[in-house]
């Protein structure tokens, strides 16, 4: 059990992460490495979901697992737009096709619209963090 001290901390550490995946994103945009954007901007949600949802007291086994919660808890309530819900789905697609398929390479046009989308969708789960 963590303290709440601990929980704090890791939930700080969470949104930076969120935050410098995001940068990163923003950077490897620039010089034209989409399955890596695709890559970096997947885990600024992740890594913002993943304080969410340790700031509720709930917590996933798998990438699956915390893209369901995060549509059970928050989405499927109102707390967050089904917009949401469906961006994650494909950022969690972009990221493995990107680093996973044969033969797949993610586009300009089909990675680049993310990077707001993303900014705006961590910056949504972050306020609904109590612990900030």
């Given at each position: 059990m963590l303290t709440p001290?601990?929980?704090?901390?890791?939930?700080?550490?969470r949104r930076q992460k969120a935050y410098d995946n995001l940068n990163e994103?923003?950077?490897?945009?620039?010089?034209?490495?989409w399955?890596?954007?695709?890559?970096?901007?997947?885990?600024?949600a992740f890594?913002?979901?993943?304080?969410?949802?340790l700031d509720k007291g709930l917590s996933a086994k798998s990438h699956g697992g915390l893209i369901h919660l995060i549509g059970s808890q928050f989405v499927t309530k109102g707390l967050l737009d089904k917009t949401y819900g469906r961006l994650?789905?494909?950022?969690?697609e972009l990221r493995q096709s990107g680093d996973?398929?044969?033969?797949?390479?993610?586009?300009?046009?089909?990675?680049?619209?993310?990077i707001d989308k993303?900014?705006?969708?961590?910056?949504?789960?972050?306020?609904?963090?109590s612990i900030i």
């Open positions: 001290e601990e929980k704090k901390s890791i939930i700080d550490y994103a923003r950077e490897v945009a620039k010089l034209r490495f399955n890596l954007t695709g890559n970096r901007l997947y885990y600024a890594h913002m979901a993943s304080a969410l949802l994650f789905s494909r950022l969690y996973y398929d044969d033969l797949y390479d993610a586009t300009e046009e089909e990675v680049l619209p993310y993303t900014e705006i969708f961590i910056k949504e789960m972050e306020k609904l963090i």
